[in-house]
């Protein structure tokens, strides 16, 4: 063999060599997790989202030998949050649990920096989240057919909290004064967390929002749930008809807690941690815990979860669009 041929011969094997998939990240992805994986939550300490990472995390930590870390990042309706997961590396180390409807809302309504339907990848969802109409006992009404014949009699009147234009209680609102034929008063807060001691306190008389945070008031005979944006009654409130029962139309929309990574996360390190979420989100304790705070606690396959947002994508972006639905 002349010198010049082995030449050849050594470019073209060169050649070949890159053109095949390498196995070194496959090797690694195959020993993940191998160090710390962070579960980011994009909002505050103690609210729904952060108290279901934590639990999941100290389950999956046990179920994959590892240490799960879950990191807060509040902001702009999740957006700072879901951002630093587009941002980080695409290696599984780090992950995003978030209210599957900001994936869907966010875009419609910030100038982002990135596009969750691009940059995110999505894994399994992880708890539904069923929204109940709630008013305050002051306000005279006993029902759902009481509390719709109240606002129509009084057009604009009839005040409503939410976490701010464009959260999901807002546009929980919105959907229902579309399908009731109603004016409300709308009153933005800065989080779901105020607008309870505002109803108490007779600054505003309704809302939307998880029966976790109205239990207590519920009990206590000073807020009153009307009905639950869910295919059928709970078990949290199985006295509380369902939106479609009460209204006629299914003018209410629950949302889920669901989990994300960077897109472009290794297939394997993905299907892993959605295998290990199944067994996770099936354990007694997890289903307890769920179950005790109003949630229903499940996994799905990525397509599942997928085919979810973009009906969510559909349906909030027309709201958006026909009540012109803007963050000032």
Known sequence: MTAALRRACAALFAVLACALPSTHGWAQASD????????????????????????????????????????????????????????????????????????????????????????????????????????????????????????????????????GVGSIMHLNMVLLEEGTGTSLMHVPYKAFAEVIPAMLSGEVNASSGGVEALQQHVAQGKLRLLAVGAPSRTTAEPNVPTIVEAAGGDYMI???????????????????????????????EVQGSATKRGLKAYATTPSELDRVIGNDSARIGKLVRDHNIKVQ
Do not use: C
């Not at 295998?275 to 007694?284: F, M, R, T």
């Open 32 to 163: 993940w997790p191998s160090r710390p994986v962070r579960i980011v939550v994009p909002y505050p300490p103690g609210t729904g989202p952060d108290i279901m990472a934590r639990l999941v995390g100290e389950k999956l930590a046990k179920e994959l030998k590892s240490t799960f870390i879950v990191e807060n990042k509040a902001g702009v309706n999740g957006s700072i949050g879901t951002e630093m997961v587009v941002r980080a590396p695409a290696d599984g180390y780090t992950f995003l649990l978030v209210d599957r409807l900001t994936v869907s809302v966010n875009p419609l309504l910030y100038k982002l920096n990135y596009d969750p339907r691009k940059d995110l990848a999505s894994v399994s969802n992880i708890a539904d989240v069923s929204l109940y109409l709630v008013v305050s006992a002051a306000l005279p009404v006993t029902d759902f057919k009481s509390f719709v014949s109240h606002v129509k009699a009084n057009p604009g009147r009839v005040t409503f909290g939410s976490g």
């Open 254 to 284: 629950s949302t889920s807690y669901s989990m994300h990574a960077r897109a472009g996360t290794p297939p394997d390190v993905m299907a892993k941690l959605q295998g290990a979420l199944q067994k996770v989100l099936a354990d007694a």
